[in-house]
């Protein structure tokens, strides 16, 4: 007996095909991955050829300030998770109050906070610094601390206006669907990307020096 094309349909094997967006996000991050080696290329190499000025720079860095600053990045990460947590349960809004039963744009909304408090943090970072005659041009030194540091803060800032994106697009839909879930998901992609490149950032700049 042969069987028909319907039942040969229902007997098929299910194909479970990767997500397009989330595979083209992994593969850009990997473009950035090379951009960021890059900087830490340049920055290694001037750093060897004037260990003098890398000794008077340094000096001027408020280790703990940077430290207190890079864990509130740190724990924005934990929050985005969260976040990423209550999108795969199709859970855009918070149940109550109980932080256990925050939706996404709760935890995505802490995690723009934490974002913006480091960003802040650079800035005032940045007045310091300069205030101390560290510019961009100063010399080697300068150019390797501010664009090293600065292109990261650029990506710290593209990855707020992002969540600011997938926050409005949750309260602009009506149902919250495994795709808007695939929005939240691909941001905290880039998120954990840019807090792991800077943790990096940290441990050469500030502690290795």
């Not at 934490?114 to 030194?141: C, H, K, P, R």
């Not at 501010?146 to 292109?151: D, E, S």
Request: proline letters at 2%; hydrophobic letters at 55%; glycine letters at 8%.
């Amino acid at each position: 007996m042969t069987s028909t094309p319907l039942a040969a349909s229902i007997n098929a094997p299910t194909i479970n095909r990767p997500n397009v967006v989330a595979v083209g996000t992994i593969v850009w991050l990997g473009s950035e991955v090379m951009f960021f080696a890059g900087l830490f290329a340049i920055y290694f190499t001037l750093r060897s050829t004037s260990p003098e000025l890398w000794a008077a720079g340094t000096e001027k860095f408020d280790v703990t300030f940077a430290a207190v600053n890079t864990s509130i990045l740190v724990a924005s990460s934990v929050a985005c998770q969260f976040g990423v947590f209550a999108a795969e349960r199709l859970q855009p809004r918070r149940k109550s109050w109980k932080i256990t039963e925050w939706g996404m744009i709760e935890w995505f909304f802490v995690t723009y906070a934490m974002g913006a408090i480091f960003v802040v943090g650079q800035i005032y970072e940045y007045a310091i610094l300069t205030s101390e005659f560290v510019w961009l041009n100063s010399d080697a030194f300068g150019s390797a601390f501010y664009l090293t540091t600065g292109f990261h803060g650029l990506h710290v800032i593209g990855g707020l206006i992002a969540f600011l994106l997938v926050i409005g697009r949750a309260y602009a839909v009506k149902n919250f669907t495994h795709r808007d879930a695939t929005s939240a998901i691909v941001v905290s992609y880039y998120w954990h990307f840019v807090d792991v490149v800077w943790i990096g950032l940290f441990l050469v700049i500030y502690i290795l020096q």
